[in-house]
DNA sequence: GTCTATAGTCGGATAGAC
DNA sequence: GTCTATCCGACTATAGAC
């Protein structure tokens, strides 16, 4: 159900606005303790409704976790789809592949930081504390293909195709200077004297990003400036 | 009730095996999905026993925090000082300072990596989507303090004394590269087929943290060994 | 201090009218 | 598709016996 041709019929509507209103809900307060009562009343909704469309609150936690994963794969998709065609050979340092390294986490940094997926990163950050079914849902379609591809580059940056623990070690320090952002995101704003994360500040943490992945792979960065 | 001069009480006896069920219980399920009873039934005791010796089960949450910011200033209290008074004054790269940062990183990572701590990360880390009064306390007693130290540290290195906003770039992002391994648990463990985060594990985390810091810093890593 | 028992509340699910 | 009403289990807190 991504587009429709016509108007959406009432079902519809009614439908989209509870499960927007379970991310909201379930992102503020958990699983457990989000309520279908709560929900249904963010949603404008009756909460028997809830079992009418989505059969029970597990499963419409479930389909919450399906809607960012479509989401999500429509915002990186074609990035990630690039990059992957455009793997070159191993050779270290090699400009080509370092510069589809620092797009990546470029375009990852921007989606990360981005208003929309605030809501997301709480819902992932629960279910990375405590994965359940939903967390298969989105390793599987986004979190592992960005894990792979970007553990991938580290590897050929450093001269080989096989990937080295070492390799997954600096791939995931990379991940980690974008995420803290996200999860340490208040006080970063305290730490920082930000009112929020701002195109200026989103701009700032992404030279501050490249200049560190350049160092810790020794990239060349002037090289790069096509 | 640090110490015992005699043997504890079979009310202290208890108190203190609720305190530590709820510790687990609470890390687990978070503060709204764990019941008094879980509790009460890891803790072997009865669940009435909870108001008798907490009075609710706010305040039994928080005394599971006020518990733990003790121990973490224990543990990273004298570290901190020591690497507070022995600052060195702003010199690009220096040595000395170098070897303070590695320090509080090293430390501050096998802490927040190590098995004791495993439990308690999960409490703050829930605490941070959604702070609550336990948040603050511990924030101002340990966090921020890493934070502000850890800053001025890489403001020295840099050689000034006075923090630019890309002194506290470097800072966070480093911090991040300790927190991922925490915060994106399960897709560590599953990138790196890890069962667990052990003392292999940490010590390979570390060295890798290291060289990061190193090459992002311009530290020479061999000048330090003494 | 510890126990049993229960009052009072809330939440998920669903039956059945419209 | 949407609504009201309700069943029933689970929860916190507490009264009161020992």
New binding site residues.
């Given amino acids: 159900m991504i587009g429709h041709a016509t108007a959406p019929?009432?079902?519809?509507?009614?439908?989209e606005s509870i499960l927007a209103a379970a991310m909201e809900v379930f992102a503020r307060d958990g699983f457990r303790a989000?309520?279908?009562?709560?929900i249904a009343r963010a949603a404008n909704?009756?909460?028997?409704?809830?079992?009418?469309?989505f059969?029970?609150?597990?499963r419409l936690y479930l389909t919450v976790f399906e809607h960012i994963a479509d989401r999500v794969e429509t915002l990186l998709g074609p990035t990630l789809a690039r990059i992957e065609s455009e793997l070159a050979p191993p050779v270290d340092g090699d400009p080509a592949n370092a510069r589809l390294l620092l797009d990546l986490v470029s375009g990852f940094a921007a989606m990360l930081l981005s208003d929309e997926t605030s809501t997301w990163a709480r819902l992932i950050l629960n279910e990375q504390q405590r994965p359940s079914e939903a967390f298969d849902v989105l390793y599987q379609r986004v979190i592992g293909r960005v894990a792979r591809l970007l553990t991938q580059l580290v590897a050929r940056l450093r001269g080989r195709t096989d990937v080295t623990e070492e390799d997954r070690l600096i791939a995931i320090t990379i991940i980690g200077q974008v995420l803290v952002f996200r999860v340490a995101h208040a006080a970063v704003l305290r730490q920082f004297g930000w009112n929020d994360i701002g195109p200026r500040q989103v701009g700032a943490i992404i030279e501050r990003l490249q200049a560190n992945i350049a160092a810790i792979l020794a990239i060349d960065i002037e090289q790069l400036a096509s």
């Fill in positions: 019929s009432r079902g519809e509507v009614t439908r989000a309520s279908t009562r709560a909704a009756n909460q028997a409704l809830i079992g009418y469309h059969g029970n609150k597990q």
